[in-house]
């Protein structure tokens, strides 16, 4: 088991290294961590938070927390926003503070245009106790810590149906020969919602995530909102070379499947759940996440009587 356990740790802490963006699947309903320029984007002060437990019952799996909080000043111009996130991985762990802020620009009476940018920093724990190692030199006997800072950029379309986003992270290179370099990383998020009855709507949607040196993450996205009040849908992950040949093993392919839903219970409040399994060899492992918003209105609000689309 502890040979196991090391080489599971040395695994991901490789991975984790090289990129501070958890997996997680209900970025569906916020996407402030992975695009900058959403931040306000509800015109109301939104809070949500998360927490995902991956891989079930293996030692040193991967769990993930999140606290974001956003909102609007200067007429509804300017959104500004908090994202803490706290990643941890076997021997690995990660704790990401960006402050977020986007200008909003109003292209039409029903469209709206952001740029958003995120400085943050992200501190980076090796705690080699974990590894139950201590004849190793290269293994580290206590925990060794490391800060760097890092910036988010993005931008942000969207009218009441239809959106459209584009970012970019870990922008920040460091010359620094004893820490493994983050790579940049890129997203694509588009999506639309279709009246399928006065009671029904539709809205697929799709994720791509691009580094340009592994193959491409794709999630195509199928919900359905009944009444207004309850999302029931399916994400699809996968991976594909689009811009590379580069071979992946199982753990990169990341290939599964989430079943979601989110509940909105109050006008004010709302529960999401997903279960994502896994379709490539680690199929014997489920990941399970669990999230809850709270919107904050201000008396004059009445927009927000029922939940955004997106």
Not at 33 to 61: C, E, M
Not at 210 to 233: K, Y
């Amino acid at each position: 088991m502890r040979i196991y356990y090391l080489l599971l740790a040395l695994l991901i802490t490789t991975a984790a290294s090289a990129q501070q963006n958890p997996q997680y699947s209900q970025y569906i309903f916020n996407s402030m961590s992975i695009n900058p320029a959403y931040t306000g984007s509800k015109n109301v002060l939104n809070l949500n938070l998360f927490h995902r437990s991956q891989w079930t019952g293996v030692d040193g799996a991967p769990t993930t927390q999140s606290l974001a909080v956003d909102g609007v000043v200067a007429n509804d111009r300017l959104g500004l926003g908090l994202n803490l996130m706290h990643d941890e991985i076997g021997a690995h762990s990660t704790f990401s503070a960006y402050a977020n802020f986007a200008v909003k620009l109003q292209v039409n009476e029903n469209a709206i245009f952001s740029l958003g940018v995120a400085p943050g920093l992200v501190q980076t724990t090796v705690d080699g106790s974990k590894f139950g190692i201590s004849d190793d030199p290269t293994i580290p006997s206590g925990k060794e810590t490391d800060i760097k800072p890092d910036v988010k950029i993005g931008a942000y379309f969207h009218t009441s149906r239809f959106y459209a986003g584009l970012s970019a992270t870990d922008l920040l290179k460091y010359d620094d020969l004893d820490q493994v370099e983050p790579e940049r990383h890129y997203f694509f998020t588009t999506g639309y919602v279709f009246d399928l009855s006065p009671f029904v709507k539709l809205k697929p949607s799709v994720l791509v995530k691009e580094d340009f040196h592994a193959p491409t993450n794709m999630d195509v996205n199928a919900f359905v909102l009944l009444g207004d009040r309850l999302w029931l849908g399916s994400s699809y992950r996968t991976s594909m070379n689009v811009f590379n040949d580069a071979e992946a093993g199982d753990v990169e392919k990341r290939t599964a499947v989430a079943f979601i839903g989110e509940l909105q219970v109050l006008k004010q409040l709302r529960i999401g759940y997903s279960f994502d399994k896994m379709l490539n060899g680690y199929s014997d492992q489920s990941t399970h996440e669990v999230s809850v918003g709270y919107y904050f209105f201000r008396k004059k609000e009445t927009k927000m009587l029922t939940p955004q689309y997106f």
